[in-house]
């Protein structure tokens, strides 16, 4: 099965701290690279986590707040600097259009690369991009300023051909593809085997939603239902619920419930306060709603 893993190099608020690095995260799925979100030193990370600069293609910020996209300048200065020569584009709400033009701009002239800005409606849960492996759509999110989450779905696989009933019935290689789209093959004597008898059903498309930042926001449901990983911004513990609320953010709590009731596989909580030495207890106040619940950590790579 292909590899689609979600690496982990910030999951930190608004504050700096020596904890935790500011928002990003970066989609492996078929050797091809998909960020989420850019805050300050996301590059430093990439370094770290040995991820390939000339893999990324696509950047998808969730709103015009500073931890989620001070990155960027440095991030395309240094695509430039390696010689990138294949576009870039970032999905971002309309809002960061003249920050992304302004950094180009100023500081990006005469790149060898064009990076191209595709802006995204964070009022509805709509296709915001797809290419051969992967399906993309924005999730509405309730946040100070417009703000919204991604969904990434994973394109179907044919189904896998059974070899011993191809080479049992000798089955010529032109009509593989055919029987991989779902046709029946019929042999040369005119009897029709069918298709289920050549076939294996493909492993199901999997499926990964990035929720922050937001307050709770049950509206979200039947987007994120049943995803095999949810990540769901947890930035306060229940002791600080009324500035969560003030502040449209989450508890480690909200997000546990709004794992439970979406069904969902696995949840990874993030976006910490700065306020919290230790995560301990957001991590036990999310288990006792959702127990399939871990902390996301700096360096992290999991497997979807």
Same mark, same amino acid.
């Given at each position: 099965?292909?590899?689609?893993?979600?690496?982990?190099?910030?999951?930190?608020?608004?504050l700096?701290?020596?904890?935790h690095?500011?928002?990003?995260?970066?989609?492996?799925?078929?050797?091809?690279?998909?960020?989420?979100?850019?805050?300050?030193?996301?590059?430093?990370?990439?370094?770290?986590?040995?991820?390939?600069f000339?893999?990324?293609?696509?950047?998808?910020?969730?709103?015009?707040?500073?931890?989620?996209?001070?990155?960027?300048?440095?991030?395309?200065?240094?695509?430039g600097?390696?010689?990138?020569?294949?576009?870039?584009?970032?999905?971002?709400p309309?809002?960061?259009?003249?920050?992304?033009?302004?950094?180009?701009?100023l500081? %990006?002239?005469?790149?060898? *690369? !064009?990076?191209?800005?595709? =802006?995204?409606?964070?009022?509805?849960?709509? #296709?915001?991009? @797809?290419?051969?492996?992967?399906?993309?759509?924005?999730?509405?999110?309730?946040?100070?300023?417009?703000?919204?989450?991604?969904?990434?779905?994973?394109?179907?696989?044919?189904?896998?051909?059974?070899?011993?009933?191809?080479?049992?019935?000798?089955?010529?290689?032109?009509?593989?593809?055919?029987?991989?789209?779902?046709?029946?093959y019929?042999?040369?004597?005119?009897?029709?085997?069918?298709n289920?008898?050549?076939?294996?059903?493909?492993?199901?498309?999997?499926?990964?939603?990035? %929720?922050?930042?937001?307050? *709770? !926001?049950?509206?979200?449901? =039947?987007?994120i239902?049943?995803?095999?990983? #949810?990540?769901? @911004?947890?930035?306060?513990?229940?002791?600080?619920?009324?500035?969560?609320?003030?502040?449209?953010?989450?508890?480690?709590?909200?997000?546990?419930?709004?794992?439970?009731?979406?069904?969902v596989?696995?949840?990874?909580?993030?976006?910490?306060?700065?306020?919290?030495?230790?995560?301990?207890?957001?991590?036990?106040?999310?288990?006792?709603?959702f127990?399939?619940?871990?902390?996301?950590?700096?360096?992290?790579?999991?497997?979807?």
């Amino acid at each position: 099965m292909a590899d689609f893993n979600v690496n982990i190099l910030g999951c930190g608020s608004a504050l700096p701290t020596t904890r935790h690095a500011a928002s990003s995260q970066v989609i492996d799925l078929r050797d091809k690279l998909y960020m989420i979100d850019c805050g300050e030193g996301t590059q430093v990370q990439m370094r770290r986590m040995h991820i390939k600069f000339a893999r990324l293609n696509h950047i998808f910020i969730t709103h015009a707040h500073g931890d989620h996209c001070f990155g960027i300048p440095g991030l395309i200065s240094t695509l430039g600097m390696l010689g990138r020569n294949g576009d870039l584009t970032i999905h971002a709400p309309s809002e960061l259009k003249e920050y992304i033009q302004t950094i180009v701009k100023l500081f %990006c002239q005469g790149m060898p *690369y !064009f990076v191209r800005f595709n =802006p995204v409606n964070t009022n509805e849960y709509s #296709l915001v991009m @797809e290419d051969r492996s992967v399906s993309v759509y924005s999730i509405p999110l309730k946040h100070r300023i417009p703000c919204c989450g991604y969904l990434f779905v994973e394109k179907q696989r044919e189904p896998h051909i059974i070899r011993e009933m191809i080479d049992f019935y000798q089955i010529p290689v032109r009509a593989i593809q055919c029987i991989k789209q779902g046709a029946d093959y019929v042999t040369p004597e005119g009897k029709t085997i069918p298709n289920a008898w050549l076939t294996r059903p493909a492993t199901p498309a999997r499926r990964y939603a990035y %929720c922050s930042d937001t307050g *709770y !926001f049950p509206k979200i449901l =039947p987007y994120i239902h049943q995803v095999d990983l #949810l990540y769901h @911004e947890a930035t306060f513990a229940e002791a600080d619920a009324a500035r969560a609320y003030e502040t449209f953010h989450s508890t480690a709590k909200q997000a546990a419930t709004i794992a439970r009731d979406a069904e969902v596989k696995r949840l990874l909580i993030g976006h910490y306060s700065a306020r919290y030495e230790e995560l301990t207890p957001l991590l036990d106040e999310a288990k006792s709603v959702f127990p399939q619940t871990c902390l996301a950590q700096e360096g992290m790579s999991l497997s979807i």
